[in-house]
Protein backbone atom coordinates (compact mmCIF):
# COMPACT_ATOMS: atom_id res chain seq x y z
CA UNK A 1 0.00 0.00 0.00
CA UNK A 2 1.37 3.39 -0.89
CA UNK A 3 2.19 5.86 1.99
CA UNK A 4 -0.27 8.77 2.47
CA UNK A 5 -1.18 11.67 4.31
CA UNK A 6 -4.66 12.64 6.18
CA UNK A 7 -7.09 14.60 4.32
CA UNK A 8 -6.99 18.02 4.24
CA UNK A 9 -3.06 18.04 5.42
CA UNK A 10 -0.11 18.95 3.42
CA UNK A 11 3.92 17.93 2.88
CA UNK A 12 5.97 20.69 2.34
CA UNK A 13 9.21 20.28 0.68
CA UNK A 14 12.58 22.63 1.22
CA UNK A 15 11.26 25.53 -1.26
CA UNK A 16 7.72 25.11 0.65
CA UNK A 17 9.31 25.67 3.55
CA UNK A 18 11.44 28.86 2.07
CA UNK A 19 8.24 30.44 1.17
CA UNK A 20 6.45 29.99 4.60
CA UNK A 21 9.26 31.00 6.77
CA UNK A 22 9.47 34.12 3.93
CA UNK A 23 5.48 34.40 5.55
CA UNK A 24 6.47 33.17 9.09
CA UNK A 25 9.30 36.05 9.19
CA UNK A 26 7.67 38.69 7.61
CA UNK A 27 4.77 38.88 9.94
CA UNK A 28 7.34 38.40 12.97
CA UNK A 29 9.10 41.19 12.37
CA UNK A 30 5.83 43.65 12.18
CA UNK A 31 4.17 41.56 15.13
CA UNK A 32 7.72 42.74 17.29
CA UNK A 33 7.90 46.33 15.67
CA UNK A 34 4.78 46.87 17.81
CA UNK A 35 6.05 45.86 21.02
CA UNK A 36 4.39 42.06 20.66
CA UNK A 37 6.46 38.95 22.03
CA UNK A 38 5.72 35.38 21.30
CA UNK A 39 4.44 32.66 23.43
CA UNK A 40 3.44 29.42 22.97
CA UNK A 41 1.12 26.62 24.27
CA UNK A 42 0.69 23.28 23.89
CA UNK A 43 -0.72 21.53 21.36
CA UNK A 44 -3.45 19.80 23.01
CA UNK A 45 -5.82 21.05 25.28
CA UNK A 46 -8.45 20.17 28.09
CA UNK A 47 -11.82 19.35 26.73
CA UNK A 48 -12.98 21.14 29.37
CA UNK A 49 -11.08 23.85 28.54
CA UNK A 50 -12.32 23.98 24.65
CA UNK A 51 -15.67 22.54 25.14
CA UNK A 52 -18.24 25.68 24.93
CA UNK A 53 -16.10 28.47 24.01
CA UNK A 54 -16.81 27.94 19.53
CA UNK A 55 -20.84 27.11 19.80
CA UNK A 56 -22.14 23.85 18.94
CA UNK A 57 -20.91 23.96 15.70
CA UNK A 58 -17.33 24.51 16.93
CA UNK A 59 -17.74 21.59 19.21
CA UNK A 60 -18.27 19.07 16.54
CA UNK A 61 -15.34 20.46 14.66
CA UNK A 62 -12.66 19.45 17.85
CA UNK A 63 -10.53 16.71 17.02
CA UNK A 64 -10.61 14.45 20.04
CA UNK A 65 -8.08 12.73 21.52
CA UNK A 66 -8.54 9.18 23.16
CA UNK A 67 -7.68 8.58 26.90
CA UNK A 68 -4.27 6.51 27.01
CA UNK A 69 -4.21 3.23 28.32
CA UNK A 70 -7.40 1.30 28.25
CA UNK A 71 -10.43 4.03 26.95
CA UNK A 72 -12.86 2.07 27.49
CA UNK A 73 -12.87 0.68 30.96
CA UNK A 74 -14.74 3.27 32.75
CA UNK A 75 -17.73 2.54 29.70
CA UNK A 76 -20.73 -0.02 30.51
CA UNK A 77 -22.39 -2.21 27.97
CA UNK A 78 -25.52 -1.03 28.22
CA UNK A 79 -23.62 2.49 27.44
CA UNK A 80 -21.62 1.10 24.18
CA UNK A 81 -24.75 -0.22 23.04
CA UNK A 82 -26.69 3.17 23.62
CA UNK A 83 -24.20 4.72 21.00
CA UNK A 84 -24.69 8.34 22.25
CA UNK A 85 -21.53 9.70 21.01
CA UNK A 86 -21.98 12.91 23.02
CA UNK A 87 -22.09 10.59 26.54
CA UNK A 88 -19.69 8.32 24.97
CA UNK A 89 -16.66 10.65 24.08
CA UNK A 90 -16.77 12.59 27.83
CA UNK A 91 -15.87 9.24 28.84
CA UNK A 92 -12.75 7.99 26.77
CA UNK A 93 -11.62 11.67 25.98
CA UNK A 94 -10.35 14.36 28.34
CA UNK A 95 -8.20 15.83 25.87
CA UNK A 96 -8.19 17.83 22.31
CA UNK A 97 -6.48 19.77 19.61
CA UNK A 98 -6.51 23.03 19.99
CA UNK A 99 -9.39 24.80 17.74
CA UNK A 100 -7.43 28.03 17.73
CA UNK A 101 -4.81 29.89 19.36
CA UNK A 102 -7.35 32.92 21.27
CA UNK A 103 -8.84 30.14 23.96
CA UNK A 104 -5.73 28.77 25.03
CA UNK A 105 -4.17 32.47 24.98
CA UNK A 106 -7.09 33.52 27.49
CA UNK A 107 -6.38 30.25 29.75
CA UNK A 108 -2.71 31.33 30.07
CA UNK A 109 -3.28 34.89 30.99
CA UNK A 110 -5.56 33.66 33.85
CA UNK A 111 -2.98 30.95 34.58
CA UNK A 112 0.42 33.10 34.46
CA UNK A 113 -1.93 35.81 36.09
CA UNK A 114 1.09 36.84 38.69
CA UNK A 115 3.57 36.68 36.19
CA UNK A 116 2.27 39.12 33.26
CA UNK A 117 2.57 42.52 33.13
CA UNK A 118 -0.81 44.23 31.58
CA UNK A 119 -1.82 45.34 29.06
CA UNK A 120 -0.18 42.14 27.91
CA UNK A 121 0.88 42.12 23.98
CA UNK A 122 1.40 39.01 22.58
CA UNK A 123 1.49 36.57 19.45
CA UNK A 124 1.73 33.31 18.62
CA UNK A 125 2.46 31.33 15.87
CA UNK A 126 1.33 27.38 15.82
CA UNK A 127 -0.93 24.81 14.07
CA UNK A 128 -4.60 24.74 14.90
CA UNK A 129 -6.74 21.47 14.07
CA UNK A 130 -10.15 21.62 12.90
CA UNK A 131 -12.17 18.37 12.13
CA UNK A 132 -13.55 20.34 8.82
CA UNK A 133 -14.39 19.23 5.45
CA UNK A 134 -11.31 20.02 3.79
CA UNK A 135 -12.18 22.02 0.46
CA UNK A 136 -10.15 25.06 -1.38
CA UNK A 137 -8.48 27.20 1.14
CA UNK A 138 -9.84 24.98 3.68
CA UNK A 139 -7.72 22.43 5.80
CA UNK A 140 -7.44 20.21 8.77
CA UNK A 141 -4.32 21.15 9.91
CA UNK A 142 -3.16 24.92 9.42
CA UNK A 143 -1.30 27.53 10.87
CA UNK A 144 -2.57 30.41 12.60
CA UNK A 145 -0.59 33.71 13.24
CA UNK A 146 -2.28 35.54 16.56
CA UNK A 147 -1.46 38.63 17.69
CA UNK A 148 -3.58 40.04 20.84
CA UNK A 149 -3.40 42.62 23.56
CA UNK A 150 -5.46 41.88 26.81
CA UNK A 151 -5.71 44.34 29.52
CA UNK A 152 -6.57 47.84 28.08
CA UNK A 153 -10.11 49.12 26.63
CA UNK A 154 -7.95 51.91 24.46
CA UNK A 155 -9.12 52.24 20.65
CA UNK A 156 -5.24 52.80 20.50
CA UNK A 157 -4.68 49.25 20.10
CA UNK A 158 -7.47 48.63 17.26
CA UNK A 159 -5.58 51.39 15.51
CA UNK A 160 -2.34 49.16 16.04
CA UNK A 161 -4.17 46.13 14.75
CA UNK A 162 -4.57 48.23 11.41
CA UNK A 163 -1.14 49.42 11.10
CA UNK A 164 0.20 46.22 11.02
CA UNK A 165 -2.50 44.62 8.82
CA UNK A 166 -1.40 47.41 6.41
CA UNK A 167 2.40 46.69 6.89
CA UNK A 168 2.46 43.36 6.95
CA UNK A 169 0.39 43.19 3.62
CA UNK A 170 2.42 46.02 2.00
CA UNK A 171 5.36 43.58 2.66
CA UNK A 172 3.62 40.84 0.95
CA UNK A 173 2.61 42.89 -1.65
CA UNK A 174 -0.68 41.47 -1.44
CA UNK A 175 -3.46 44.25 -2.45
CA UNK A 176 -6.31 43.16 0.26
CA UNK A 177 -9.09 45.29 1.84
CA UNK A 178 -9.59 45.72 5.47
CA UNK A 179 -13.28 45.28 6.48
CA UNK A 180 -14.59 46.70 9.60
CA UNK A 181 -17.92 46.28 11.69
CA UNK A 182 -18.57 46.50 15.52
CA UNK A 183 -20.85 43.66 17.03
CA UNK A 184 -22.63 46.71 19.09
CA UNK A 185 -23.68 47.97 15.78
CA UNK A 186 -25.11 44.48 15.44
CA UNK A 187 -26.92 44.34 18.64
CA UNK A 188 -28.28 47.68 18.00
CA UNK A 189 -29.86 46.47 14.94
CA UNK A 190 -31.28 43.53 16.50
CA UNK A 191 -32.51 45.91 19.37
CA UNK A 192 -34.22 48.41 17.46
CA UNK A 193 -36.02 45.41 14.80
CA UNK A 194 -37.58 43.79 17.84
CA UNK A 195 -34.80 41.07 18.16
CA UNK A 196 -32.48 42.16 20.69
CA UNK A 197 -32.79 38.55 22.00
CA UNK A 198 -32.17 36.53 18.64
CA UNK A 199 -28.53 38.84 18.31
CA UNK A 200 -27.00 35.65 17.06
CA UNK A 201 -29.53 34.32 14.64
CA UNK A 202 -29.63 37.49 12.79
CA UNK A 203 -25.43 38.06 12.55
CA UNK A 204 -24.99 34.17 12.06
CA UNK A 205 -27.13 34.58 8.61
CA UNK A 206 -26.17 38.36 7.36
CA UNK A 207 -22.57 36.91 7.77
CA UNK A 208 -23.53 35.10 4.62
CA UNK A 209 -24.63 37.98 2.30
CA UNK A 210 -21.33 37.93 0.34
CA UNK A 211 -21.72 34.23 -0.12
CA UNK A 212 -25.76 33.45 -0.33
CA UNK A 213 -27.01 36.40 -1.50
CA UNK A 214 -30.24 38.74 0.09
CA UNK A 215 -32.69 36.45 -0.69
CA UNK A 216 -31.33 33.49 1.01
CA UNK A 217 -30.48 35.59 3.55
CA UNK A 218 -34.08 36.88 4.53
CA UNK A 219 -34.94 33.11 3.92
CA UNK A 220 -32.87 31.98 6.37
CA UNK A 221 -33.97 34.44 8.77
CA UNK A 222 -37.31 33.61 8.33
CA UNK A 223 -36.68 29.71 8.92
CA UNK A 224 -34.87 30.56 12.11
CA UNK A 225 -38.06 32.70 13.36
CA UNK A 226 -37.19 36.19 12.99
CA UNK A 227 -40.70 38.17 12.52
CA UNK A 228 -41.37 39.11 9.19
CA UNK A 229 -41.74 42.85 10.48
CA UNK A 230 -38.14 42.40 12.03
CA UNK A 231 -36.77 41.07 8.47
CA UNK A 232 -38.14 44.08 6.56
CA UNK A 233 -36.45 46.58 9.52
CA UNK A 234 -33.24 44.94 8.70
CA UNK A 235 -33.43 45.66 4.62
CA UNK A 236 -32.14 49.02 4.68
CA UNK A 237 -29.42 48.36 6.66
CA UNK A 238 -28.20 45.21 4.43
CA UNK A 239 -28.26 48.06 1.63
CA UNK A 240 -25.95 50.43 3.36
CA UNK A 241 -24.37 52.38 0.99
CA UNK A 242 -21.72 55.49 0.02
CA UNK A 243 -18.09 56.76 1.90
CA UNK A 244 -17.46 55.16 5.54
CA UNK A 245 -18.62 58.62 6.97
CA UNK A 246 -21.99 58.89 5.02
CA UNK A 247 -22.85 54.92 6.42
CA UNK A 248 -21.62 56.14 10.15
CA UNK A 249 -24.35 58.98 9.61
CA UNK A 250 -27.20 56.96 8.26
CA UNK A 251 -26.17 54.50 11.16
CA UNK A 252 -26.55 57.28 13.79
CA UNK A 253 -30.16 58.24 12.42
CA UNK A 254 -31.57 54.34 12.35
CA UNK A 255 -29.89 53.11 15.51
CA UNK A 256 -31.16 56.66 17.15
CA UNK A 257 -32.98 54.64 19.95
CA UNK A 258 -30.44 52.42 20.66
CA UNK A 259 -27.83 53.57 23.04
CA UNK A 260 -25.61 50.42 23.21
CA UNK A 261 -25.65 50.66 19.12
CA UNK A 262 -24.97 54.40 18.87
CA UNK A 263 -22.12 53.12 21.36
CA UNK A 264 -20.51 50.99 18.67
CA UNK A 265 -21.06 54.24 16.12
CA UNK A 266 -18.83 55.85 18.10
CA UNK A 267 -16.03 53.52 18.32
CA UNK A 268 -16.30 52.88 14.58
CA UNK A 269 -15.83 56.54 14.19
CA UNK A 270 -13.20 56.81 16.46
CA UNK A 271 -11.06 54.24 14.70
CA UNK A 272 -11.59 55.58 11.49
CA UNK A 273 -10.03 58.92 12.80
CA UNK A 274 -7.16 57.48 14.08
CA UNK A 275 -6.60 56.13 11.00
CA UNK A 276 -6.59 59.45 9.36
CA UNK A 277 -4.37 60.58 11.62
CA UNK A 278 -1.77 57.75 10.55
CA UNK A 279 -1.91 57.71 6.74
CA UNK A 280 -2.92 54.08 6.14
CA UNK A 281 -2.61 52.97 2.85
CA UNK A 282 -5.29 49.80 2.86
CA UNK A 283 -8.70 50.58 2.00
CA UNK A 284 -10.87 50.19 5.29
CA UNK A 285 -14.39 49.59 4.63
CA UNK A 286 -17.49 49.70 6.80
CA UNK A 287 -18.75 46.73 6.37
CA UNK A 288 -22.70 46.19 8.31
CA UNK A 289 -22.76 42.76 6.76
CA UNK A 290 -19.83 41.60 9.07
CA UNK A 291 -20.41 39.96 12.05
CA UNK A 292 -17.55 36.89 11.96
CA UNK A 293 -19.23 33.75 13.71
CA UNK A 294 -17.81 33.07 17.24
CA UNK A 295 -19.85 34.29 19.72
CA UNK A 296 -17.31 36.28 21.88
CA UNK A 297 -16.53 39.50 20.22
CA UNK A 298 -18.27 42.34 21.69
CA UNK A 299 -16.60 45.65 20.34
CA UNK A 300 -14.93 46.12 16.62
CA UNK A 301 -14.50 43.07 14.52
CA UNK A 302 -11.70 43.13 11.79
CA UNK A 303 -11.74 41.07 8.42
CA UNK A 304 -9.15 41.28 5.34
CA UNK A 305 -10.00 40.10 1.97
CA UNK A 306 -7.29 39.57 -1.07
CA UNK A 307 -8.45 42.32 -3.55
CA UNK A 308 -6.80 39.95 -7.04
CA UNK A 309 -7.82 36.07 -5.69
CA UNK A 310 -10.53 34.07 -5.27
CA UNK A 311 -10.08 32.87 -1.47
CA UNK A 312 -12.26 33.80 1.78
CA UNK A 313 -10.93 35.83 4.13
CA UNK A 314 -6.92 36.05 5.17
CA UNK A 315 -6.99 37.69 8.19
CA UNK A 316 -9.37 38.65 11.04
CA UNK A 317 -10.73 39.46 14.82
CA UNK A 318 -12.11 42.00 16.82
CA UNK A 319 -12.12 43.19 20.35
CA UNK A 320 -13.41 40.96 23.21
CA UNK A 321 -14.70 42.43 26.52
CA UNK A 322 -14.62 38.85 28.40
CA UNK A 323 -12.74 35.89 26.71
CA UNK A 324 -10.73 35.01 30.17
CA UNK A 325 -14.60 35.32 32.25
CA UNK A 326 -14.70 31.50 31.47
CA UNK A 327 -12.00 30.99 33.37
CA UNK A 328 -12.87 32.72 36.55
CA UNK A 329 -11.13 35.91 35.45
CA UNK A 330 -13.47 38.30 34.53
CA UNK A 331 -13.55 42.10 32.95
CA UNK A 332 -10.04 41.73 31.09
CA UNK A 333 -10.78 43.49 27.55
CA UNK A 334 -9.30 42.11 24.84
CA UNK A 335 -8.45 42.76 20.90
CA UNK A 336 -6.81 40.67 18.11
CA UNK A 337 -6.52 39.30 14.94
CA UNK A 338 -5.45 36.04 13.64
CA UNK A 339 -3.17 35.99 10.31
CA UNK A 340 -3.98 32.98 8.31
CA UNK A 341 -1.04 31.57 6.74
CA UNK A 342 -1.88 28.88 4.72
CA UNK A 343 -4.07 31.07 2.90
CA UNK A 344 -1.77 33.87 2.49
CA UNK A 345 0.61 31.18 1.50
CA UNK A 346 -1.71 30.26 -0.98
CA UNK A 347 -2.42 33.72 -2.25
CA UNK A 348 1.20 34.12 -2.77
CA UNK A 349 1.84 31.26 -4.72
CA UNK A 350 -1.44 32.10 -7.19
CA UNK A 351 0.49 35.35 -7.76
CA UNK A 352 4.01 34.65 -7.44
CA UNK A 353 4.85 36.85 -5.52
CA UNK A 354 7.62 35.15 -3.35
CA UNK A 355 11.19 37.02 -3.44
CA UNK A 356 13.30 34.94 -6.15
CA UNK A 357 16.14 33.40 -3.68
CA UNK A 358 15.55 32.90 -0.30
CA UNK A 359 17.65 33.26 3.22
CA UNK A 360 17.53 29.92 3.39
CA UNK A 361 19.12 28.78 0.50
CA UNK A 362 22.47 27.71 -0.40
CA UNK A 363 24.67 30.62 -1.77
CA UNK A 364 27.82 28.54 -3.06
CA UNK A 365 29.11 25.00 -3.16
CA UNK A 366 32.77 23.67 -3.46
CA UNK A 367 33.22 20.77 -5.57
CA UNK A 368 36.16 18.45 -5.10
CA UNK A 369 37.45 16.04 -7.08
CA UNK A 370 39.66 14.11 -4.14
CA UNK A 371 40.52 14.06 -0.30
CA UNK A 372 43.57 17.04 -0.68
CA UNK A 373 41.02 19.65 -2.34
CA UNK A 374 38.11 18.53 0.35
CA UNK A 375 40.53 19.11 2.64
CA UNK A 376 41.53 22.58 0.85
CA UNK A 377 37.66 23.46 1.36
CA UNK A 378 37.33 23.29 4.60
CA UNK A 379 38.93 26.23 6.22
CA UNK A 380 37.09 28.62 3.12
CA UNK A 381 33.89 26.97 3.79
CA UNK A 382 34.19 27.88 7.35
CA UNK A 383 35.29 31.03 7.02
CA UNK A 384 32.40 31.77 4.30
CA UNK A 385 30.35 30.83 7.14
CA UNK A 386 31.83 32.81 9.64
CA UNK A 387 30.48 35.48 7.29
CA UNK A 388 26.95 34.40 7.20
CA UNK A 389 27.01 32.76 4.08
CA UNK A 390 25.23 29.02 3.58
CA UNK A 391 27.83 27.21 2.14
CA UNK A 392 27.92 23.20 1.13
CA UNK A 393 30.25 21.02 0.01
CA UNK A 394 29.77 18.66 -2.65
CA UNK A 395 30.45 14.95 0.28
CA UNK A 396 32.29 12.84 -2.01
CA UNK A 397 34.49 13.05 -5.18
CA UNK A 398 32.15 12.42 -8.26
CA UNK A 399 32.25 13.55 -12.09
CA UNK A 400 32.13 16.99 -12.89
CA UNK A 401 28.60 17.11 -14.13
CA UNK A 402 27.12 15.01 -10.97
CA UNK A 403 27.76 17.85 -9.00
CA UNK A 404 27.37 20.98 -11.22
CA UNK A 405 23.64 19.47 -11.67
CA UNK A 406 23.42 19.05 -7.95
CA UNK A 407 23.79 22.76 -8.05
CA UNK A 408 21.71 23.51 -10.70
CA UNK A 409 18.54 21.26 -9.20
CA UNK A 410 19.42 23.31 -6.02
CA UNK A 411 19.22 26.78 -7.68
CA UNK A 412 22.69 27.52 -6.10
CA UNK A 413 24.23 30.73 -7.56
CA UNK A 414 27.61 29.89 -7.30
CA UNK A 415 30.06 27.17 -7.67
CA UNK A 416 33.69 26.74 -6.23
CA UNK A 417 35.99 24.68 -8.47
CA UNK A 418 38.96 23.22 -6.96
CA UNK A 419 42.28 21.50 -8.19
CA UNK A 420 45.71 21.24 -8.33
CA UNK A 421 46.35 24.82 -10.09
CA UNK A 422 43.37 26.77 -7.75
CA UNK A 423 45.25 25.08 -4.38
CA UNK A 424 48.82 25.95 -5.31
CA UNK A 425 47.69 29.78 -6.00
CA UNK A 426 45.46 29.23 -2.87
CA UNK A 427 42.54 30.32 -4.86
CA UNK A 428 39.03 28.96 -6.36
CA UNK A 429 37.72 29.08 -9.43
CA UNK A 430 34.57 31.20 -9.15
CA UNK A 431 31.98 29.86 -11.48
CA UNK A 432 28.49 32.51 -11.57
CA UNK A 433 25.47 29.49 -12.69
CA UNK A 434 23.72 32.67 -14.05
CA UNK A 435 26.16 33.70 -16.99
CA UNK A 436 28.21 31.20 -16.62
CA UNK A 437 31.45 33.10 -16.37
CA UNK A 438 33.85 31.58 -14.38
CA UNK A 439 37.34 33.48 -12.67
CA UNK A 440 39.97 32.40 -10.11
CA UNK A 441 39.68 34.43 -6.71
CA UNK A 442 40.95 34.51 -3.48
CA UNK A 443 38.55 34.84 -0.09
CA UNK A 444 37.93 38.44 -0.31
CA UNK A 445 36.72 38.35 -4.50
CA UNK A 446 34.74 35.73 -3.65
CA UNK A 447 32.70 37.31 -0.73
CA UNK A 448 32.85 40.61 -3.03
CA UNK A 449 31.33 38.22 -5.97
CA UNK A 450 28.50 36.42 -3.57
CA UNK A 451 27.65 39.87 -1.60
CA UNK A 452 27.20 41.80 -4.78
CA UNK A 453 24.43 39.14 -6.03
CA UNK A 454 22.81 39.41 -2.73
CA UNK A 455 22.19 43.24 -3.44
CA UNK A 456 20.69 42.79 -6.73
Not at 436 to 454: H, M, P, R
Request: charged share 25%.
Amino acid sequence: MKPSIPKGTRDFSPQEMANRNYIFNTIKDVFRLYGFQQIETPAMENLSTLMGKYGEEGDKLLFKILNSGDYLSRVSEAELEEKNSIKLTQKISDKGLRYDLTVPFARFVVQHRNEISFPFKRYQIQPVWRADRPQKGRYREFYQCDVDVVGSDSLLNELELIQIVDEVYRRLKINVVLKINNRKVLSGIAEIVGEAERIIDITVAIDKLDKIGLENVNKELAEKGISAEAIEKIQPILKLSGSNQEKLNQLKTILASSETGLKGVDELETIFNLCESVNIQTEVDLDLTLARGLNYYTGAIFEVKALDVEIGSITGGGRYDNLTGVFGMPGVSGVGISFGADRIYDVLNQLNLYPETSEEQTRILFVSFGEKELAYCLPWANSLRNQGINVEIYPEPAKMKKQMTYADNKNIPFVAIVGETEMNENKVMLKNMKTGEQKLVGIDELLQAISNEETK
